[in-house]
T-cell receptor, first 114, second 113 residues
Framework: ETGVTQSPTHLIKTRGQQVTLRCSSQ?????VSWYQQALGQGPQFIFQ???????GRGNFPPRFSGLQFPNYSSELNVNALELDDSALYLC?????????????FGPGTRLLVL | TQLLEQSPQFLSIQEGENLTVYCNSS?????LQWYRQEPGEGPVLLVT?????EVKKLKRLTFQFGDARKDSSLHITAAQPGDTGLYLC?????????????FGKGTHLIIQP
């Protein structure tokens, strides 16, 4: 059973650029959630995708967008990058979209915006 | 907005000692999860507690969910260097999965040999 994988592991961008982060969910999982973890903070919910549709969204602006593909892998896109977007971006997959479902996290993508 | 406050933020103790980490909120959660995160990795689920007053044990770790489902604690007995890491509590809202998990800021635990 393959766990959650994310790419790239590290990324450096400049303010105003756009970035795409990728996530492959664990086998059999149809739900993917994205979290942003700033330094010294706990993860903060960005949004969740269930069967290719956005199922819920946290307090993040529209320049954060996503996709989920038929194989349940997912992308997180961030436009017009700001310095405060520097963080560890975590993808988590789960067996279902229910509250409290066990989340299986990938190792994350560390994004630095200069 | 639901918030989870964890205490202490940092804890450094000697191997063999006992410790308790707290997770508190003014909000009710349908369930609460505890994760451990090590540097360069994503959080790993340790336990999920669902029922008010529930107690779960995982070897030397004991997790308790408050009667009102607003708070939780993690107690480690005879801590070992391998317990070192960032411990995060995360609550699931009563509104459903679309709200995602609300995480605390975490407790950085260092167990010195």
């Amino acid at each position: 059973e393959t766990g959650v994988t994310q790419s790239p592991t590290h990324l450096i961008k400049t303010r105003g650029q756009q970035v795409t982060l990728r996530c492959s969910s664990q086998s059999g999982h149809n739900t993917v959630s994205w979290y942003q973890q700033a330094l010294g903070q706990g993860p903060q919910f960005i949004f969740q995708y269930y069967r290719e549709e956005e199922n819920g969204r946290g307090n993040f602006p529209p320049r954060f967008s996503g996709l989920q593909f038929p194989n349940y892998s997912s992308e997180l896109n961030v436009n017009a990058l700001e310095l405060d977007d520097s963080a560890l971006y975590l993808c988590a997959s789960s067996l279902d979209r229910l509250a409290g479902a066990a989340q299986y996290f990938g190792p994350g993508t560390r994004l630095l915006v200069l | 907005t639901q918030l989870l406050e964890q205490s202490p933020q940092f804890l450094s103790i000697q191997e063999g000692e006992n410790l308790t980490v707290y997770c508190n909120s003014s909000s009710v959660f349908s369930s609460l999860q505890w994760y451990r995160q090590e540097p360069g990795e994503g959080p790993v689920l340790l336990v999920t507690v669902v029922t008010g007053g529930e107690v779960k044990k995982l070897k030397r770790l004991t997790f308790q969910f408050g009667d009102a489902r607003k708070d939780s604690s993690l107690h480690i007995t005879a801590a070992q260097p391998g317990d070192t890491g960032l411990y995060l509590c995360a609550g699931a809202s009563t509104g459903g999965g679309a709200d995602g998990l609300t995480f605390g800021k975490g407790t950085h635990l260092i167990i010195q040999p």
